[in-house]
């Protein structure tokens, strides 16, 4: 069975903290997205991957990093958290062969405080 | 204008009934577009996709699209309880950046339906 796996399901975190959220599938899947999504105003792309070390800014990469130094791992990196990122952020994975079809984890609810 | 748009909601309807979601989007030469349900406290997953004008029928549930006017509908006919969550409407971004990169997705913000007992 598919299986797309985020580290935490919530986190809370302190203005200025460094913060990991980590993602991991066991598909063998080549394209790998973190999104947040925020009440009103729906899925947010952040960051795409398409391969291992590749990366995509998404709609909004303002204030977040991304690092994919393994196939299966995608994590997203939060410098210095402030309180506008309050948010679901969800991960997903996808083959790759334009299918459409994104796999998500369960997402990682994150407060800054 | 967003490359997605869904504006109507939240929807209700009493169980048996027909449920209808639309979507409306900006890019004309889009080419494919995808539904996706999320249920309370769940993350999205895919239940419908379309290709080609007209309707794409799975069981209780039928995708339109109509390329001149730009929207995409779905309907559930004979709509249960657990259909209740929110659906998303989906397509890849305008042009295509990368290899894979069309199924990086703009997303609607969503629709919630609630099937009423």
């Known amino acids: 069975d598919v299986k797309v796996t985020q580290s935490s399901r919530y986190l809370v975190k302190r203005t200025g903290e460094k913060v990991f959220l980590e993602c991991v599938q066991d598909?063998?899947?080549?394209?790998m997205f973190w999104y947040r999504q925020d009440p009103g105003l729906g899925l947010r792309l952040i960051y795409f991957?398409?391969?291992?070390?590749?990366?995509e800014k998404g709609d909004i990469p303002e204030g977040y990093s991304v690092s994919r130094e393994k196939k299966e791992r995608f994590s997203l990196i939060l410098e210095s958290a402030s309180t506008n990122q309050t948010s679901m952020y969800l991960c997903?994975?996808?083959?790759?062969?334009?299918?459409?079809?994104?796999?998500f984890g369960e997402g990682s609810r994150l407060t800054v405080l | 204008q967003k490359e997605v748009e869904q504006n109507s909601g939240p929807l209700s309807v009493p169980e048996g009934a027909i449920a209808s979601l639309n979507c409306t989007y900006s890019?004309?030469?889009?080419?494919?577009f995808f539904w996706y349900r999320q249920y309370s406290g769940k993350s999205p997953e895919l239940i419908m996709f379309?290709?080609?004008?007209g309707d794409k029928e799975d069981g209780r549930f039928t995708a339109q699209l109509n390329k001149a006017s730009q929207y995409v509908s779905l309907l559930i006919r004979d709509s249960q309880p657990s259909d209740s969550a929110t659906y998303l409407c989906?397509?890849?971004?305008?042009?295509?950046?990368?290899?894979?990169?069309?199924?990086?997705?703009?997303f609607g913000k969503g629709t919630k339906l609630t099937v009423n007992p």
């Open positions: 997903a994975s996808s083959s790759g062969r334009d299918t459409g079809e994104l796999f």
């Open positions: 598909m063998d899947h080549e394209n």
């Open positions: 991957s398409y391969d291992v070390k590749m990366k």
């Open positions: 890019d004309r030469g889009s080419q494919s």
């Open positions: 379309i290709y080609s004008n």
């Open positions: 989906a397509a890849p971004p305008r042009g295509r950046s990368t290899q894979g990169g069309s199924e990086k997705l703009v």
